[in-house]
């Protein structure tokens, strides 16, 4: 249907053919008798019917209203909105009251239908400011179309298929007329169809009736709204359309609309999944896709059961509806179709017409294996889709010697082997058992190195590195030589960065689980590319994407390299800690994190890493203790960040990464060899407050717990105050040490700075006194007399040296003025 207006000219002819049968011969003789518009309006109508000696003459009313509707055969004015209700109203009473003429009904469901044709036509605007009621104006006309549908009388049926296609048609045009738009939001026209279609049902009229599907597609229509999807879920609405189902056969076209409402609703309302997990919605749309799989031959039919799938795909992602789906009978019978008639073909007892290689019955396979995933999150439905071969099927896809998929074409064998590395993905930490029983992890390593496509190769990285999350993973993955593998690939620069990414996490996660594979590291020559993916990291650490990248490969340096002997010689003695403490000036705070502990235990096991440590020196020339003593007041802020949590997915302020705990641990490390006369004056204080921060959080901690008492107002016991107390006097006896080490310090800088300026002072003197004796002698001495007079008179107006000593220059709180200094010399 169009969504815009139609022209004038066409809407007259569409009017013209759709009224002639519905205006009686007495309209038309009438339309040609006008004389003049304005000698028909619905005022004068309305001051008959409420003349108290002429409000039951209803042939005259009808004839009068006959003129009127004849006039407006271009659409009904924008001011005409209160008159077009009372129309409506006034028809509607007369139908419903019993005591009224026949001849009378009749004739009002005449006027209706004359009505309804010229509501097709846009409204008429008689003065510019018609346009700001327009919205109003639509809303008195969708309202009165809405009255008509909720009539139930057997007379005014032949007219309300009109007025549902009417409504259709308005609703259609919505989606881009603003003000229709508002017109339809503010409208009962929902409840109204749905009131209409619980009368026809009540009627027992059949659902394959014209009525019946013209009130569907109005419902149809304005479920695409958001407004009206909430209504139809929050008001019982969705359970009149399953009644309509239970009504119908799966072949009825009423099924696609209520099949095609229940999708937009879905869409647009995601809520709705919630209501629709009815068992009795459930099983309604089951029922159907049996009965099209056993019936359903026709790709129309297919397709319906396709998109009901689709339905039950929405319904299976929410936890609430899982265990129903189960009940119901749903999973058992799409693990048999899906799967049994793959591997067990003679085992399969449901009734099912041959599958074929459609595109229809290739999507009900992908769709059914997508609805057995989600269904896999639930942990009373996990046990019977394992028991039923859903890993066993999916294993067999992925293999390249495997023949279950040999019906399908080649581009249908890449999808489904896709959909199969994305389940697997989840089951090999879900069962981990049942995947190691199917030898899962050797599969996924033969895929890995026979397959050239990228797709494919990017899915068994990632389905590998899920699995060597679990120990059992990790175990069959080095059982499976996975090690060289994964170091070949880390270093291979035509593999894709996401692809080394994942065989990076892979190498680290064996070596976590399995003690046995760090040999098999550096036996495979695993140390030295670990530092050649180091230098890669330095020389790339600007390039955003590579974050990831570089994380893992810190975290494969820590996992691999530190605890192993021999491992940690080589790695120290090809740079691999001045690696580790570039980058740590150059990347963001969350790989720091990881820098930060790797290097922590570095040192802890290897006194060399901190001889190496201490040799290193940034971009500023400044040592190791000096930039972490910056790095800690950068951090100083910072709220706490759990150790090696990868942040992937979670979006934390730059400043919340506690990197305090980790630079404590490595200033720690160093202890006595810091050289203390090599930092400032304000490093030097700080260093002593990071000395004393394992005392501090204890002190912050026994805080937390008096203010928490306070707040759920407890009175600890006498033990427990005594302790409290005691705590609170070492407390306060360390920070009296922490400000008596700072003034210690405070003073010595005072007598450091004041001996460096006496110094000062005293080489300005001393080089002030060397320049007056050498001004004393004369460069050149000359015969010429006036140059030998004014020699003399030079050196009689010149003067010594003043003897100004430092004690005579001002002193201000123990620091001398330099600036008066030089002022006086």
Same mark, same amino acid.
């Given at each position: 249907m169009n969504a815009s207006f139609t022209s004038t000219n066409s809407l007259r002819e569409d009017l013209q053919s759709t009224t002639r049968s519905s205006f009686s011969k007495e309209v038309l003789n009438t339309t040609t008798s006008i004389k003049s518009p304005s000698d028909y309006t619905f005022q004068k109508v309305i001051s008959l019917i409420n003349d108290k000696y002429s409000f039951d003459l209803y042939d005259r009313h009808y004839a009068e209203f006959q003129k009127v509707l004849a006039n407006r055969e271009l659409g009904f004015y924008v001011d005409e909105k209160d008159d077009v209700t009372f129309l409506v109203n006034y028809c509607v009473d007369i139908i419903l009251e019993g005591e009224k003429p026949l001849e009378a009904k009749e004739n009002c469901i005449k006027l209706l239908d004359a009505f309804v044709s010229l509501c097709f036509i846009p409204l008429r605007e008689r003065k510019a400011s018609d346009s700001?009621?327009?919205?109003?104006?639509?809303?008195?006309?969708? /309202? &009165?179309?809405?009255k008509i549908m909720r009539l139930t009388v057997a007379i005014a049926k032949p007219i309300q298929v009109t007025v549902a296609k009417c409504l259709s048609d308005l609703i259609e045009k919505s989606f881009d007329i603003e003000y229709l738009q508002k017109a339809v939001k503010n409208s009962d026209i929902l409840r109204d169809a749905l009131n209409a279609i619980v009368n026809l049902t009540?009627?027992?009229?059949?659902?394959?009736?014209?009525?019946?599907?013209?009130?569907?597609?109005? $419902?149809?229509?304005? @479920?695409?709204?958001?407004?009206? &999807?909430?209504i139809l879920t929050r008001e019982g609405g969705l359970n009149i359309l399953v009644n309509v189902l239970n009504a119908s056969e799966f072949n009825d076209m009423i099924v696609f609309k209520v099949v095609d409402t229940l999708w937009n609703v879905v869409e647009v309302f995601p809520k709705s999944t919630l209501y629709l997990g009815d068992i009795s919605c459930v099983t309604s749309l089951f029922n159907i896709i049996q009965? $099209?799989?056993?019936?359903?031959?026709?790709?129309?039919?297919?397709?319906?059961?396709?998109? $009901?799938?689709?339905?039950?795909?929405?319904?299976?992602?929410?936890?609430? /509806?899982?265990?129903?789906?189960?009940?119901?009978?749903?999973?058992e019978y799409l693990a048999a179709v899906s799967i049994g008639l793959d591997l067990y073909p003679d085992a399969v007892t449901v009734q099912y017409?041959?599958? @074929?290689? &459609?595109?229809?019955?290739?999507?009900?396979?992908?769709? @059914?294996?997508?609805?057995?995933?989600?269904?896999?999150?639930?942990? @009373?439905?996990?046990?019977?889709?394992?028991?039923?071969?859903?890993?066993?099927?999916l294993l067999e896809t992925i293999n390249e010697n495997g023949t279950i998929m040999n019906k399908w074409n080649e581009n249908q064998k890449w999808e489904l082997k896709i959909i199969a590395l994305k389940v697997l993905f989840m089951l090999s930490v879900r069962v981990p058992e049942e995947f190691s029983k199917e030898q899962g &992890?050797? $599969?996924?390593?033969?895929?890995?190195?026979?397959?050239?496509?990228?797709?494919?190769?990017g899915g068994c990285y990632n389905t590998i590195m899920n699995i060597s999350t679990t120990v059992i993973g990790s175990v069959d993955l080095f059982n499976a030589d996975v090690i060289p593998i994964m170091l070949d690939a880390c270093v291979d620069t035509g593999v894709s960065l996401n692809s080394r990414t994942d065989a990076i996490r892979i190498v680290s996660n064996v070596c976590s689980h399995v003690i046995e594979s760090r040999e098999a590291f550096k036996f495979n020559g695993g140390v030295t590319k670990s530092l050649v993916l180091l230098e890669s990291c330095v020389k790339d650490y600007n390039q955003v994407e590579k974050d990831e990248f570089i994380f893992n490969s810190v975290d494969c340096v820590w996992s691999c390299v530190v605890g192993t002997e021999e491992s940690e010689k080589i790695f120290i003695d090809g740079d691999g800690i001045h690696y580790l403490l570039t980058l740590l000036t150059l990347v963001n705070d969350w790989i720091k994190l990881s820098i930060l502990g790797c290097l922590a235990d570095f040192m802890n096991c290897s006194m060399q890493a901190v001889d190496e440590v201490l040799t290193w020196k940034g971009r500023n020339k400044e040592n190791v203790v000096t930039y972490l003593i910056k790095l800690w007041k950068e951090n100083e802020s910072a709220k706490s960040v759990k150790d090696r949590f990868f942040l992937e997915n979670m979006e934390v302020d730059p400043k919340d990464y506690d990197l305090q705990r980790k630079i404590y641990h490595v200033l720690n490390i160093i202890g006595n060899r810091i050289d203390s006369s090599a930092l400032s004056d304000d490093d030097s204080m700080e260093l002593v407050k990071i000395q004393h921060y394992d005392k501090l959080l204890n002190d912050k901690a026994w805080e937390d717990i008096c203010m928490e008492l306070e707040q759920e107002n407890i009175r600890p016991t006498t033990p427990d105050r005594e302790l409290i107390s005691e705590k609170f006097k070492e407390k306060e006896e360390r920070e009296n040490n922490?400000?008596?080490?700072?003034?210690?310090?405070? /003073?010595?800088?005072?007598?450091r700075l004041i001996k460096e300026e006496e110094t000062f002072y005293r080489t300005i003197i001393d080089r002030h006194s060397n320049n007056a004796s050498t001004m004393q002698k004369p460069f050149n001495t000359s015969f010429d007399d006036r140059y030998t007079c004014k020699s003399r008179a030079t050196a009689k107006t010149s003067t010594a040296v003043k003897n100004i000593s430092v004690q005579a220059f001002k002193i201000i709180g123990g620091y001398v003025n330099r600036r008066a200094a030089e002022e006086e010399i």
């Open positions: 700001l009621i327009k919205a109003d104006s639509y809303l008195s006309i969708v /309202n &009165s179309l809405g009540n009627e027992k009229e059949k659902v394959d009736t014209e009525i019946f599907l013209e009130t569907m597609t109005v $419902i149809m229509c304005l @479920s695409k709204y958001s407004e009206f &999807s909430e009965e $099209i799989n056993c019936k359903g031959f026709r790709t129309k039919d297919k397709e319906l059961r396709n998109d $009901i799938l689709i339905l039950f795909s929405f319904l299976a992602r929410e936890p609430e /509806n899982q265990t129903i789906l189960k009940d119901c009978g749903l999973l017409s041959l599958s @074929s290689t &459609s595109n229809e019955d290739f999507e009900m396979k992908k769709l @059914s294996w997508t609805i057995l995933f989600y269904l896999t999150f639930s942990d @009373s439905c996990l046990p019977l889709i394992v028991e039923l071969g859903f890993t066993l099927l &992890s050797r $599969i996924c390593l033969e895929v890995l190195q026979t397959t050239k496509d990228e797709t494919i190769l922490i400000a008596s080490g700072k003034k210690d310090i405070v /003073n010595e800088m005072q007598n």
